[in-house]
Nanobody, 126 residues
Framework: QVQLVESGGGLVQAGGSLRLSCAAS????????MGWFRQAPGKEREFVSR???????IYADSVKGRFTISRDNAKNTVYLQLNSLKPEDTAVYYC????????????????????WGQGTQVTVSS
């Protein structure tokens, strides 16, 4: 069982920055690929970013160049740096862990992630 706890959300003005953290309880954290998703009110949960066990990263087009995902395996933590925030980035942000081999076609889909955190709210004011 893996427990994930997100932190770092908050209220920020457009153009500002936040850094989200996700602390994991997993024994073999380094073997998990970690993802970030977000869900805005009235919308479906959407993929934001993913970092593989070897540090390879992928981003949604909507955040590419503004958000950066990273991981510190010694601290069992994955981060999401959010820069140049826009009001449309307002959402609850969730981290998730994927412990199984996944195809490139599947990694943006929430169903492949076995474990989820409780989410952290990010609100961007205009």
């Amino acid at each position: 069982q893996v427990q994930l706890v997100e932190s770092g959300g908050g209220l920020v003005q457009a153009g500002g920055s936040l850094r989200l953290s996700c602390a994991a309880s997993a024994r073999a954290f380094s073997t998990y690929a970690m993802g970030w998703f977000r869900q805005a009110p009235g919308k479906e949960r959407e993929f934001v970013s993913r970092i593989g066990q070897y540090g390879n990263t992928i981003y949604a087009d909507s955040v590419k160049g503004r958000f950066t995902i990273s991981r510190d395996n010694a601290k069992n933590t994955v981060y999401l740096q959010l820069n140049s925030l826009k009001p449309e980035d307002t959402a609850v942000y969730y981290c998730a862990a994927d412990g199984s081999p996944s195809t490139a076609a599947a990694i943006r889909h929430s169903y492949i992630y076995e474990y989820w955190g409780q989410g952290t709210q990010v609100t961007v004011s205009s």
